[in-house]
């Protein structure tokens, strides 16, 4: 173990950890915001309701995405400095543009969300969180446009008498092929996890409602009708949204066949050329002896995910590392194999997993109906926290698979390390750095589960029952 292996793994759990958050904000933005239009427009206060209720869930998680998202910032510099150094350059245009713009914007109108409410016109007050979710997604294309330089780096060239990459074609990093596809992929899954969270949320206080435990309160009567709606609506977005996620990722593969074929083979297991190439579903293998010892696979399909016919050739690791050698010198140009085939049948099975449950549900809620048993709403429960994870083996999947470059073809992940930080000040921060995310994450779920018991009459309180005529109290008597 080394500063090397540390600095890896701290950056691992804090980005991992932050991207708990994001997917969430990027959707629930736009369903916060929807909710508010649903209200603007027909003035009915259940809508209203939500939109506070589901709102406050909204902020919360905002707040922690911005705290945990800055330290990523001082990841660079901290444990990264070669690598800051030779992307700088480029980094600077698109990072630039996610702060001035995009979360300047974000962070601008959510404040005005926040303190606007019976201060500014209702048009007014709408537009800032149409404003504030525009910004949540435009954030996300500039930092994913950086990142997607990384796995195809276009727009740059490299100064000889610095080694720095310098910037030459801004343009080309924002329109790069890998970071527009990537992107549509990132915010459909954004909104598979945002689905599945109002599902979640609605599905345990149906649940509280039917099978109450001792101490809880009664809720309101119309708290069933908003409950069941927003159920069915989280169904729904996580169903229509679950079908982008597969066309985009059926374009990622296609990239990936293009400009990262070591790691499409290393996802599959594909250790040689194949034409006919099928999908792996369980594989056993000897990553040193380069073989298989048992592939269960469906024929022809790996081949149309990367080429469109499933008779297409797809590269296999063997011959990937060849030609790796052959251009950039001796050396094990092969990604960690076992993470990356397991982490790519758990991003789908995940993911998949959740999108099937939604699809379920709005079957199992047509016409006014609700499902009767207590696992059904458990499962859609469960839905959540494995939509989560099914984004972050998504990320390990991406991340890993680059292996072993910080820049594809440009700079290795062993020469990108500070070198001037040892291995104890690396384990320091790393400790420090669990630990803090570990008490934030109490802190999390405690806000998060606090509200959602105390449901949409704390967000935005009932108005009293009107008493009865015949049995109102007299005011005089004579």
Known sequence: MDALDLARWQFGITTVYHFLFVPLTIGLSVIVASLQTAWYRTGRPEYLRATKFFGKLFLINFA???????????????????????????????LAMEALIAFFLESTFIGLWIFGWDRLRKGVHLACIWAAALGSNLSAYFILAANAWMRNPVGHEVDAATGRARLTDIGAVLTNPQAWSTYFHVIAASFVVAGLF???????????????????????????????????????????????????????????????????????????????????????????????????????????????????EVQGIENVQAQYEQLYGPGDYRPNIAVIYWAFRLMMGLG???????????????????????????????????????????????????????????????????????????????????????????????????????????????EPDPVPDERRDPAFSY
């Not at 034409?275 to 269960?296: I, K, Y």
């Open 352 to 462: 998949l997993a959740g999108v099937a449950i939604s699809v379920a549900g709005l079957w199992l809620t047509r016409g006014g109906r609700l499902p009767g048993r207590r696992w059904m709403y458990r499962v859609v429960v469960a839905a959540l926290p494995a939509a989560l994870a099914g984004n972050i083996f998504g990320w390990i999947l991406t991340e890993m698979g680059r292996q072993p470059w910080t820049v594809r073809g440009e700079l290795l992940t062993a020469a990108s390390v500070s070198p001037g930080v040892s291995l104890g000040q690396v384990a320091f921060s790393l400790a420090t750095f669990t630990l803090l995310y570990g008490v934030l994450a109490v802190v999390e779920a405690g806000l998060l589960f606090r509200y959602v018991k105390a449901g949409p009459g704390a967000a935005l309180p009932y």
């Open 198 to 312: 109002v599902a979640a949320v609605s599905a345990w206080k149906l649940m509280r409602e039917r099978w109450s435990g001792p101490g809880d309160a009664t809720p309101h009567p119309s708290e069933h009708e908003l409950f069941r709606t927003s159920l069915r609506a989280g169904f729904l977005v996580t169903a229509i949204a679950g079908a982008l996620v597969v066309a985009s990722g059926d374009h990622q593969a296609k990239l990936a066949a293009t400009y990262e074929p070591m790691k499409l083979a290393a996802a599959e297991a594909l250790w040689e050329n194949e034409q006919s190439a099928g999908f792996s579903l369980f594989a056993v293998g000897d990553v040193q002896g380069s073989r298989n010892h048992v592939n269960v696979q469906i024929p022809g399909v790996l081949s149309f995910l990367a080429t469109g016919s499933p008779w297409g």
């Open 64 to 94: 922690m995405g911005v705290v945990t998202g800055i330290v990523q910032e001082f990841q660079f510099g901290m444990n990264w400095s070669t690598y800051s150094t030779f992307v700088g350059d480029v980094f600077g245009a698109p």
